[in-house]
């Protein structure tokens, strides 16, 4: 899926932004009629940002929670003794500790009875989520150049907590077991389209396509910024950092499931399931777990802080290209993001009530489901055959101006995955996605969510993704001429896109001279015309 789809993608959103120097919605001069496809990502970018700062929140409260010893989701916690010593005493048939702490502790799940029944706020997370944006709305505030430095620290730290992470669970009984089922491949699910489509999840957020962050970075790029390179780069190394951070996770698990006597599949979870009910509870079980829990979750606050950097800079890029007098008016600019950050907050709180999980994984579930493989599907055909590939790639041969040959032999490896590899893979996930949407209920623990429920998450994505039919139709709308000129119109770029004049690339403007230049007979007769004729 990174070869086929996360390389072509990320080098086509880098180059398009890098190019263009806009953002998601006015990087779309190049072909009005493709319009739609950024305000789809607006819509995208703000459905993550409203629940992903959720799980900051989470994140918040657990690392708050950490500060003490033992920790409260562990057995060691005088409240948990009883059933940690009912769940030895029957085999581990019930709730362990750390899922009965996320479940009423965290959540306060048990007294919602699903959807309809959201209950009250719980104020510590409110106090959590609140927080949570002050801190985004104080990162934002002055623009890329704040947050870019910020990224500086958010980026590594992770890495650092991931070493000291592996090193601690190489030491512990059992992790080879975590290791060895990590590792060991069953070939058998490459026939399940399911496991197809979690990797292209997993591409698609790791790496942050279709969601307009990418667009609006590299609009900040110098024009001669070599975004092959880039691609290249970032690309395999978010690839490998994945594979990396799994040696973390599952030595511990590994020896979670040897102190529990279960095989390591058994313990292993996924979702919020993993990072806030699974790991915490091998974290639990390691002599001075407080340190080794406050190490964990600082590294998932600076990661989630990540994500949303990349998210809310598409947001207001977007924003500030539409609406100008924001970007130059500091007063402006800084009210618009505390009412954005508030209006987040606000929309978030309905996240956590105690029946807010079944809201959040309505959410997770539909805002990036087939919503965005759509935007990202009609994005790669419409610059492949609309904008026209190759005038594409010579665009991006036109800035990287000190092109070595390898980057002109990589280019016909993208333009043979944008004509045809990446869309065909991108069509063969949607129509399993529809499918298996179709055919298989939603569910949360063993709550299953009614078809009305369902009904809103496909209207989420809808949402997104109608965008495209909207715009196209209002760009059509606004040309003259029949039907077809309309559209042949409507797929030429805009004056106002980036053009050549020679080596150099300019913006197209009037130039007024404060002279005028009178011409007299001598002018036109003594010019030497070429092969004696003229066109005149």
Known sequence: MMLVTGLPLFLMELSLGQYGAAGPITVWKCCPLLKGIGIGMLLVSSLVCLYYNVIIAWTFYYLGMSFQSPLPWSCDAIANARLCQMNVTNGSHHLSASEVFWNE???????????????????????????????????????????????????????????????????????????????????????????????????????????GGLLSMASYNKFDNNVIRDTIVIAVGNCCTSFFAGFAIFSILGHMAWRKNVPVGKVADSGPGLAFVAYPEALALLPGSPFWAILFFLMLFTLGVDTLFGNMEGITTAVMDEF???????????????????????????LITEGGIYWFTLIDSYATSFGLIIITLFMCLGISFFYGVNQFCQDIIDMICTCPPWCTKVLWYFKACWVFCTPLLLLFILIYVFIEMYNTPLHYGSYEYPRWGKALGVCMGTLCCIQIPIWAIVAICKESGTLKDRFRKSIRPLKTWRVTSGDQFVTPQMVEVPYTVNLTDADFTTQQWENGTSDA
């Open 105 to 211: 502790q965290v959540l306060g799940v048990v007294h919602s009875e699903g959807l309809q029944d959201p209950g009250p706020v719980r104020w510590q997370l409110a106090i959590c989520l609140m927080v949570a944006w002050l801190i985004i709305f104080l990162c934002m505030l002055k623009g890329i150049r704040s947050s870019g430095k910020i990224v500086y620290v958010t980026a590594t730290f992770p890495y650092l907590v991931l070493i000291v992470l592996i090193i601690r669970g190489a030491t512990l009984e059992g992790s080879l077991q975590g290791i060895q089922f990590y590792l060991t491949p069953d070939w058998q699910r490459l026939q399940n389209a399911q496991v197809w489509n979690d990797a292209a999840s997993q591409i698609f957020y790791s790496l942050g396509i279709g969601f």
């Open 324 to 350: 100008p007098v924001l970007r130059g008016d500091m007063k402006k600019k800084t009210l618009f993001l505390a009412v954005l950050c508030f209006g987040f907050f606000l929309l978030g709180l309905l």
